[in-house]
């Protein structure tokens, strides 16, 4: 696949043009459609008047293809990224910049897109309709533009604080798109949170739905739910059956407090809707059956496990300590097992994201997890903790470890973890 | 509105202040300060003892007011009862026990010193030496967040290097680790910066003696 990012006047929202940065000039930008065992190759472009990477969020992969702030990637250069899906990594993945204190900025101006990887045997219905439901948000001024303040004044802190949000809220690039189902249909969503610091608590007014998926793939077993909280970064991915013939309900997004009581946005509490799902009137699709169950995931070992590594998420901080890139803040060898004890010992919501590796979830505020799952996204609620249990398979490399609200990574709140040979 | 709420809750911790201010008198050591180190010297725990009960740290920060051997010692707030209300705003003592998820347990000496010297919040401002005052400049955080009012440390921070690494010693290596959660402050977006300038609560140091208002012996 051949990957530009550029500078592109775009119709973001209608009637007015903003000027953005697109991948090959769309945002969101083309979807990777991939299979488990696929050599990818990916020539990438940077068009951009500022270095930029791509980070492939979620995949296993060598850390030289990583994207990280490691590599960037000068205005005019191009970079070829290559790496195999491994196998057992079917899933929802997605792609953004990852530049050293501009990946808020970069996705904010319209930089993300999906990566579906497909498996070898999937035991779901081939019959089922696979939607992608990319969320993301912005905010414009009243001509168009993309609204960053700045950094020093009172928008801009709050900005800095919170992790900059707008009260557009997208689905694929669109405001409120329509999916159409028939009435008995199941269809498999793949729902990816591409915002920079928009936490989505979904749900589909009037129905429950099938959870199937996380980050890293299937589930054992689906789970119904009545909503989802997607953190940043996070994916899931859902069924959804039509309802009667020739009825509508609406995906909305649910108030969800996430924020510092000093900067909480005044319409934090409002609901808003996401997309419109309509039951068309054709008769009813045939009935499909849902496995009860979808794949064995083996649990991390914690008896294996050789360290416990403390992570404590203040405000803008880890252990105390802003980003730097020449320190090594964890330090360990392919292959180990170790357990992540992470705090967050603020009154903020901290979603935690780990590059490289899949992690399992031991227990959150000591509960234990109710079921296994392979994540690379953990959202640490404001003043709370919670265990996950990683092994760092295959590949050494300096991998980062950060808040996923953008604007916190780009002010420092990231470490490294060197995973030596 | 908010504005003014928020000025007169500043009245009211002034006078909160000026109570501690008369109730804690200590010598002015001189000197700089050594580097952090995590675990203080007996001789330095007991001074930082000392400075913490005539500090009447416990009158806020726990139910059992400056009895080191009382139940609740320094936990922070338990009920409502020990919460403030600073204009619109709640503000909470916290727990100074070196608790890692709910205390002071992840911060280090040098953030503890930092918030008794600047009134910067540890958990929200990285662990570094701060050389100015000026936000944005030698350390001092461009967007800084204070300590909620009524928390004394406009008086604090006269202390000496020396008396402030006391106190962080004795709280991180003289007490027991007790969790309990307290709920953040609530505060003004800029967290409380407008409140805390030079105009409103003086230079750091101190003008030299005399002043105007003082007079040579």
């Known amino acids: ?421 | 509105m908010t504005r003014r709420s928020t000025g007169l809750l500043v009245c009211l911790s002034s006078i909160v202040v000026l109570l501690f201010a008369t109730a804690y008198r200590v010598p002015a050591a001189s000197g700089k300060a050594g580097p952090p180190s995590d675990r203080g010297s007996q001789d330095q725990i007991l001074a930082g003892r000392r400075l913490v009960l005539s500090s009447a740290c416990g009158d806020c920060h726990g139910y059992a007011g400056n009895n080191p051997a009382g139940a609740g010692f320094l936990v922070g707030m338990k009920d409502t009862t020990q919460q403030f209300r600073i204009g619109p705003f709640i503000t909470r003592p916290k727990n100074l026990t070196p608790d890692v998820a709910t205390g002071i347990g992840s911060f280090t000496e040098r953030q503890i010193f930092n918030a008794l010297r600047y009134g910067l919040r540890p958990e929200e401002t990285p662990d570094v030496q701060i050389t100015s005052t000026v936000p944005g400049q030698g350390g001092f955080p461009l967007h800084p967040h204070y300590l909620a009012p009524p928390m004394p440390w406009p008086s604090w921070r006269n202390m000496s290097d020396e008396e402030l690494l006391a106190i962080a010693a004795y709280l991180k290596n003289g007490l027991k680790p007790v969790r309990n959660k307290v709920a953040d402050s609530e505060g003004p977006p800029d967290f409380w910066a407008s409140e805390y300038t030079v105009a409103k609560i003086g230079p750091y140091p101190a003008a030299p003696f005399p002043t105007a208002n003082e007079k040579a012996p």
């Open chain 1, 1 to 421: 696949m051949n990957l530009t990012a550029a500078v592109a006047r775009l119709s973001l929202q209608p009637g007015v043009t903003s000027e953005a940065f697109a991948y090959n000039g769309h945002v969101p930008g083309p979807t990777l459609d991939v299979r488990e065992g696929d050599h990818v190759i990916i020539h990438f472009r940077n068009n951009l008047p500022e270095p930029t990477t791509v980070h492939w969020h979620g995949i296993h992969l060598p850390f030289e293809s990583d994207g990280s702030p490691f590599h960037p990637i000068k205005h005019g250069e191009s970079h070829t990224y290559e790496f195999t899906v491994r196998p057992g990594t079917a899933g929802t993945y997605w792609y953004h910049p990852h530049p050293d204190r501009r990946t808020g900025f970069a996705i904010g101006k319209g930089l993300f897109g999906a990566i579906v990887v497909h498996a070898a045997h999937d035991p779901l219905p081939s019959s089922l309709a696979d939607k992608l439901l990319i969320l993301s948000d912005n905010r414009f001024l009243n001509d168009g533009t993309i609204d960053f303040p700045d950094s020093a004044s009172e928008r801009g802190g709050i900005d800095e604080e919170n992790g900059r949000e707008g009260p557009a809220l997208f689905v694929n690039g669109q405001h409120m798109p329509t999916i159409s189902i028939r009435s008995g249909e199941v269809q498999r969503w793949r729902v990816i949170n591409a915002s920079a610091g928009r936490i989505f608590r979904i749900a589909l007014a009037g129905r429950t739905m099938l959870q199937v998926g996380t980050d890293g793939g299937l589930i054992e077993k689906p789970v119904e739910v009545k909503e989802v909280l997607l953190t940043t970064g996070e994916r899931a991915e859902l069924l959804v059956r039509g309802g009667a013939r020739g009825t509508r309900t609406v995906l909305q997004n649910l108030p969800y407090d996430r924020y510092s009581p000093n900067t909480r946005p005044a319409d934090w509490n409002v609901t808003r809707d996401l997309l419109s799902l309509e039951t068309t009137s054709a008769p009813p699709a045939a009935p499909v059956t849902i496995p009860s169950r979808l794949r064995t995931i083996v649990a991390l070992d914690t008896a294996e496990a050789t360290a416990v590594r403390t992570v404590v998420f203040g405000q803008g901080i880890i252990n105390g300590k802003t980003m730097d890139m020449s320190r090594v803040d964890v330090s360990t060898h392919v292959g180990a097992t170790e357990i992540w004890d992470i705090v967050n010992i603020v009154g903020m919501d901290h979603p935690f994201h780990l590059h490289g590796f899949q992690f399992q979830v031991l227990d959150r505020d000591g509960v234990r997890e109710p079921y296994l799952a392979w994540k690379d996204m953990l959202n640490i609620p404001k003043h709370s903790t919670a265990r996950i249990i990683v092994r760092y398979d295959d590949y050494p490399g300096k991998w980062m470890f950060h808040c996923h609200i953008l604007d916190h990574e780009d002010h420092g709140m990231m470490g490294v973890l060197e995973v030596l040979k």
